[in-house]
């Protein structure tokens, strides 16, 4: 999901050696014979530089993640904790998202493409997905808490997604159109009640659309949203967002946001799916630049953190149902109160923050970033 390389650097020019030598009046230079150069091992290549504005990006949506995963066993009652939920559950999975795709733009099916795609996006599934079916089973008594790697559960759909997405990713950078015809695939999909659980293909083809926008986009275009007036626009479009969730909250289906069902599924006729799915869309788009406008550009205490949203992302789920399962949320009911709203919140912010360290990420590499030579054939590992 969420650690991709940046863009390759261009190798250092070799030192320029001295041919010649200034010669004295009168007599004619010639080139001087190189001198003899001992023996030195090779030098690494340059590592890769990461962008600090995008590790920014990363820390700060799987942040607003977990903040509003936290949200959910607490916000029944309160009509700005809706509000607020409805306003995150907008953009923060739409600019994930983007700027995967933003990052997949060099995927080409090349045999180390492939590798790095399996071994970060379908293992770590493979793993989590039973790991989370496992922790339901007995952590809440779920006789049928059964293994099934086709029906994604929870947070674990956003991996299979991406595993789909990434591996289409020639098919969309051969079309001339490709964002229409994402739109068109997420509006038909919204139609189709048919559709069922499986990969949950709802959300992998209604998600689509922000995918192939991030594979459009060019440097260019965020050092267009991170001008000074995108960031001024910013501030009463999420104002007036928020005015709008708070008049829709009482009146509008949190299903709509997840992107998970069709519409019939949603008791709404069916051409409300193609309505909501293209408002959606540009809603989601429009908060999406105004998030990433007020992102820093320069190193921060957190940059380093962007590096490990996959362990965050993959981790909270544990801490947040764990503690449903462990009837927190019931036996304290004040958590549903202001200060308790408050209070989960930074929970659930500090969780995902120490989730996402170096000494984390390092713990859980052998998962997220295995090593499997031993399966693949040899040199398929190189660029």
């Known amino acids: 999901m969420f650690h991709a390389p940046n863009e390759f650097q261009r190798a250092p020019l070799p030192s320029a050696t001295r041919e010649s030598e200034p010669s004295p009046r009168g ?37 607003l993640v977990a903040v509003a995963h936290s949200w959910e066993p607490v916000m029944d009652g ?14 923060h999975m739409p600019a994930f998202v983007i700027v995967s795709g933003y990052f ?72 001339r159109h490709p964002l229409p015809v994402a739109l068109l ?16 293909l709802q959300r992998v083809l209604q998600f689509l659309p922000f995918f192939v926008l991030g594979l459009r986009l060019r440097p260019e275009h965020f050092q267009l949203v991170r001008r000074r ?17 708070y008049w829709a909250a009482p009146r509008m289906q949190l299903g709509w946001f997840y992107r998970s069902s069709s519409a ?15 408002a959606m869309f540009g809603c989601a788009l429009l908060l999406t630049i105004g998030f990433l406008a007020w992102v820093p550009r320069r190193h921060m205490w957190f940059t380093v953190l962007g590096a490990g949203t996959i362990c965050g992302y993959l981790l909270h789920g544990f801490l947040i149902k764990g503690a449903g399962y462990a009837g927190v949320f019931d036996v304290y009911d004040w958590l549903a109160a202001p200060v308790g709203l408050v209070l989960v919140s930074l929970v659930a912010a500090v969780a995902v923050t120490l989730m996402c360290t170096p000494p984390v990420r390092r713990a859980l590499r052998p ?17």
């Open 229 to 245: 007036e995108v960031r001024m626009l910013a501030l009463p479009l999420f104002a007036g967002a928020l005015a709008f969730a």
């Open 78 to 91: 309160s009509r700005t904790a809706r509000a607020l939920y409805m306003v995150a559950y907008t953009f």
């Open 104 to 175: 997949s733009r060099s995927f080409d099916m090349s045999a180390a493409k492939v590798k790095r795609l399996i071994t970060g996006v379908a293992v770590p599934y493979v793993v989590f997905e039973t790991a989370y079916s496992l922790f339901k089973r007995y952590a809440d008594d779920s006789a049928d808490g059964s293994v099934s790697l086709l029906d994604p559960w929870y947070l674990t759909w956003f991996l299979i997604a991406l595993f789909v997405w990434r591996i289409t990713t020639p098919l969309w950078q051969a079309l």
């Open 27 to 63: 007599t004619t230079a010639t080139a001087a014979p190189p001198a003899p150069v001992a023996n030195k091992p090779p030098t690494a290549a340059p590592a890769k530089q990461r962008d600090a504005y995008f590790d920014n990006v990363k820390y700060l949506a799987i942040v």
């Open 185 to 200: 695939i997420a509006v038909l999909a919204s139609l189709c009640p048919t559709i069922g659980d499986d990969l949950d």
């Open 264 to 278: 019939q599924e949603l008791g709404a006729p069916w051409w409300s799916g193609a309505v909501m799915t293209l």
């Open 367 to 383: 998962v997220t970033e295995p090593d499997m030579d031993w399966a693949f054939r040899r040199g398929s590992a190189r660029l």
